[in-house]
């Protein structure tokens, strides 16, 4: 399209910057000797000094004018018929007329002049053949002459006779040019604006759709589904939602819980009814978020998965393992508090008791009974059984989980901060640890703490680093059901995508799919089941995601 304006713009341009000029054209008819068209393939040029000379006279002006105007005539010949068409061209319609007239004239007047001078040289010629048999006839009648002069007599004579019938099929023969057709009332010349600004258009779109082909052929980015590798399930593409676009939007938004209804938030119960379908009637479940860069979107889908689920009556925990980004902690307003994550498996790793250094992680510790309230019936207590009425898509899970707690349980939940959405919890990342964050991922004590939080609740969402230049995600990928890998549409590269699946897989990653991020923005069908009211979309990416520097720590860029 830009090409297409490009064009456009300049053809535009040039017509409008272009000075108009006018043609007239006139016609000259060359003869034989015979009065028939001639043949002939020779033709004058418009810049020949006799054709100057003689069209300076025919204009009345010096021959340096006329060799100025040479250049706007041309000349054309038509073998087939004779015909010489002259074309002149000047920015003034009677300069154009006058030029054309003067150089046709000229044209048959230099051409008249070539017959003349044939004529002059031929009656030379003759002159001196006279001239030469005379001196060759005897003097008398009767003298005696050699054969050698009588040889030379016969010659003379037979070469006069053959001038003297040139001379008179040139004198008795028609003009050889002459003009057949006078010159037109002179027209503008060229192609007409709207014929230029329409072969602009078409050549700009050729140009763009070619910078299209070619960019595409060598173009190695995911833009869709049919991008990435057939053996790698796509599970969902989160659109881009651009009525969004510049706004300030708040970094801790969770488009599930804040607007239901639109478009993105349909994605996500989606991909959660796709993965619940997937991994079966588990009574818990492990899912895994890692994308390849640092800024595809795995912490906005991990909030959002893990709401949805919440959401749908399940009891639900996300974990913070990014320790060196952590972004889901500001997503889930968990940030600002000490502890957390690094704090609970770094004391585990030096020996400390279970729990040491935890137990300031939430100002309030987690009361356990609470983890077993259903936000849906918040009446109903752990019971030993299951939920009657579950919401549409949620598997039923057992209860009660207290006699499913193990011996590090307290720890772990004293470790967790509750959020503003019933029955979502999160185990932020805590503050830095002096501990590398890949030793800690891949500690015994970091594999009991997913135990022990899988006991716990029904689903765990676990947030893990970019495998860009760290090998975290991979020492986490054993310990989970599914490994979701977040792809950024039209920025992430194939090759890569294919290379982080190929590291989950060898990692022990027993089920991997893909999540493509903001896709091509989408018009969102109006449905009787979505309220008029309800409709802004909220794509994956819009939420803090503003094109910031390094240093944001906005969610949706994690």
């Known amino acids: 399209m830009l090409a297409v304006v490009v064009a456009v713009g300049a053809v535009y341009v040039y017509t409008r910057s272009r000075v108009a000029s006018y043609q007239s054209e006139a016609a000259i008819l060359l003869t034989s000797s015979t009065g028939a068209p001639s043949t002939s393939t020779f033709v004058l040029s418009p810049t020949e000094p006799d054709v100057i000379a003689s069209a300076a006279s025919f204009l009345h002006t010096s021959p340096a004018k006329a060799a100025g105007l040479a250049g706007e005539v041309s000349y054309a010949l038509d073998p087939t018929s004779g015909l010489v068409s002259v074309v002149g061209t000047s920015p003034v319609p009677q300069e154009a007329l006058d030029v054309t007239s003067a150089f046709a004239e000229a044209y048959v007047s230099v051409m008249h002049q070539q017959t003349v001078s044939q004529l002059t040289v031929l009656q030379g010629e003759l002159s001196s053949l006279a001239a030469r048999i005379r001196s060759l006839s005897p003097s008398r009648i009767g003298a005696a002459v050699s054969p050698l002069k009588t040889e030379e007599l016969n010659v003379a004579s037979q070469s006069y006779g053959s001038v003297e019938s040139q001379i008179v099929a040139l004198e008795t023969a028609p003009p050889p040019a002459s003009i057949y057709a006078a010159p037109s009332a002179p027209a503008k010349s060229g192609t007409s604006k709207k014929k230029l600004v329409l072969l602009g258009g078409v050549a700009g779109l050729l140009v763009g759709i070619g910078i299209v082909l070619l960019l595409g052929r060598f173009d190695t980015r995911v833009h869709s589904a049919t991008d990435v590798a057939a053996e790698v399930p796509v599970l969902a593409e989160l659109p881009y939602q651009p009525k969004l676009a510049g706004r300030r939007a708040s970094p801790t938004a969770i488009p599930v819980a804040d607007a239901p209804g639109s478009l993105i938030a349909d ?43 919440a959401l749908a009556g399940r009891r639900v925990v996300a974990v913070s393992t990014d320790l060196r980004r952590p972004q889901l902690d500001t997503v889930l307003a968990a940030g600002g508090k000490s502890g957390g994550l690094a704090s609970l498996v770094g004391a585990s790793l030096r020996g400390a008791p279970p729990g040491a250094g935890a137990d300031q992680a939430v100002a309030e510790p987690v009361d356990s009974a609470a983890l077993h309230v259903d936000p849906l019936y918040p009446s109903r207590a752990a019971s030993g059984t299951a939920d009657p009425h579950p919401s549409s898509g949620v598997l039923p899970v057992e209860r009660p989980r207290a006699a499913r707690r193990g ?10 901060v509750p959020t503003r959405i019933a029955g979502l919890f999160v185990l932020p990342a805590g503050g830095k640890s002096d501990l590398d964050p890949g030793d800690l991922l891949a500690s015994d004590a970091m594999r009991r703490v997913i135990g022990e939080l899988e006991r716990s609740f029904d689903v765990v969402v676990v947030d893990t ?23 950024r549409a039209h920025r992430t590269d ?65």
Not at 275 to 304: I, W, Y
Not at 531 to 556: F, I, N, Q
């Open 267 to 309: 994605r996500v119960r989606e991909l959660r009814t796709s993965l619940q379908s997937l991994l079966g009637n588990r009574s818990s479940t492990v899912v895994l978020v890692t994308s390849s860069e640092v800024g595809d979107g795995k912490s906005f889908l991990v909030a959002n998965l893990a709401a949805s689920w």
């Open 407 to 416: 011996p590090g349980t307290d720890a772990v939940l004293a470790a967790l």
């Open 465 to 487: 680093p970019a495998l860009a230049g760290v090998s975290d995600a991979g020492a986490l990928a054993g310990h989970a059901d599914v490994v979701l890998v977040v792809a």
């Open 494 to 558: 194939q090759k890569t995508l294919r290379d982080t699946v190929a590291r989950l897989v060898v990692a022990g990653a027993r089920t991997v799919g893909v999540v493509l991020n903001l896709t091509s923005p989408v018009r969102a069908v109006q449905s009787p089941y979505r309220p008029a009211d309800d409709r802004s979309g909220v794509g994956a990416g819009d939420v803090g995601l503003r094109r910031m520097p390094a240093t944001d720590t906005s969610s949706r860029s994690a």
